[in-house]
């Protein structure tokens, strides 16, 4: 099948100076988890050539120092499309931003995403963030900037414009995504308040993003919940491995179905036939956190085995279908079974700035 395999995402490692209280893998300057330099340049020469976009995120991508540069370089040899997801802690000065962001501009670094919000506002100073994107845009980078909402916070998209002042013209993207309660904010920020129900539907990263994570396992999507078996594809693989495991991931009941109908219809299937109970769509923050919900709810996860066994047969026959129709891309499968208009906008916003 010819689920089009879009972006290909390194977690470089866990480890990041800041401690965000919506962090959904955890990271802090205590964490260890680390690729090792020689196995993404290796693996970066095996990605599937199918992949039009490389993505470098964290963790802080940026403490993998030099090293991050020779990334960029790999995958513009093989041109692919570069991006870099940061919180711009670095950037405290113009002279600090330029030389630590110049040197990936002048290797071919397509994008930069900046995650920053009210959470990593405790962190990060805004005015780091307004001096990287007035440094990347000098050095021609295209330039987006992703947050995270719920009712508290107050750092809106249209708010971060006003902000950057002059430059404010400059970013291409600032997007907006609801608060999903995974990692950390599953403990840190369990009593905030959704600012709208967030996207439940098809997943458009599963399959045609896959990641390989700082824990060295080969995910199946961005991995926003890196510590789960269900979405590994291979611990541990041997980089020339990457193109052949990909491909057989597309065959996997799971991901299809992720890809088709996304988690929470999954769950709600399951919860139909076995009289289970799980929260309103109003009560789960997306996609993610109904994929976490999916696979640690004990009275779901029990039967979600046999489900995708009976369900088999039919995902991969409304594959083979869509492929026949070339309606076998995320835009067409979101709106076909997509749950509202409204909730494709939201993700399209959010995918703007997703750190893959």
Request: proline content about 6%; some cysteine.
């Amino acid at each position: 099948m010819a689920i089009p395999v879009s972006s290909f995402a390194f977690h470089l490692t866990y480890t990041c100076p800041l401690a965000c209280a919506h962090c959904c893998f955890n990271s802090s300057p205590q964490v260890a988890d680390r690729l090792d330099p020689a196995f993404v340049l290796e693996a970066i020469a095996h990605i599937p050539e199918d992949v039009t976009l490389v993505a470098f995120t964290g963790g802080e991508p940026f403490l993998h120092g030099r090293n991050l540069v020779r990334y960029v370089e790999a995958a513009k040899s093989r041109s692919f499309k570069t991006r870099i997801v940061t919180s711009g802690y670095f950037a405290t000065s113009e002279r600090a931003a330029r030389l630590r962001f110049q040197p990936l501009a002048d290797a071919g670094l397509d994008e930069l995403s900046i995650s920053w919000d009210d959470y990593h506002e405790e962190f990060v100073a805004f005015d780091c963030v307004r001096t990287l994107v007035q440094t990347a845009r000098e050095a021609g980078v295209y330039t987006a900037i992703s947050s995270v909402q719920s009712v508290e916070t107050l750092w809106t998209a249209e708010r971060i414009r006003s902000a950057l002042g002059d430059v404010g013209s400059e970013v291409e993207i600032i997007s907006e995504s609801g608060l999903n309660l995974t990692g950390r904010a599953e403990t840190d920020l369990k009593d905030a308040t959704f600012v709208s129900n967030g996207y439940l539907g098809p997943c458009p990263y599963v399959l045609t993003g896959p990641t390989m994570s700082a824990k060295n396992k080969l995910l199946a999507c961005c991995g926003v919940i890196p510590d789960t078996k269900r979405l590994t594809i291979r611990e541990a693989p041997d980089p020339e491995e990457i193109p052949e495991l990909i491909e057989a991931s597309l065959r996997n009941p799971l991901f299809t179905g992720l890809f088709l109908r996304g988690p929470y219809s999954l769950m709600e299937a399951i919860a139909r036939k076995h009289d289970v109970t799980i929260p309103p769509r109003d009560k789960v923050g997306g996609n993610c956190e109904a994929c976490k919900l999916l696979f640690e709810t004990p009275t779901i996860e029990a039967h979600l085995d046999a489900y995708l066994k009976d369900m088999s047969i039919t995902f991969l026959n409304e594959m083979l279908l869509l492929e026949s129709l070339e309606l076998l891309t995320p835009k067409h499968v979101m709106g076909l079974w997509g749950n509202s208009s409204a909730t494709r906008t939201d993700l399209c916003r959010h995918e703007a700035g997703h750190a893959i």
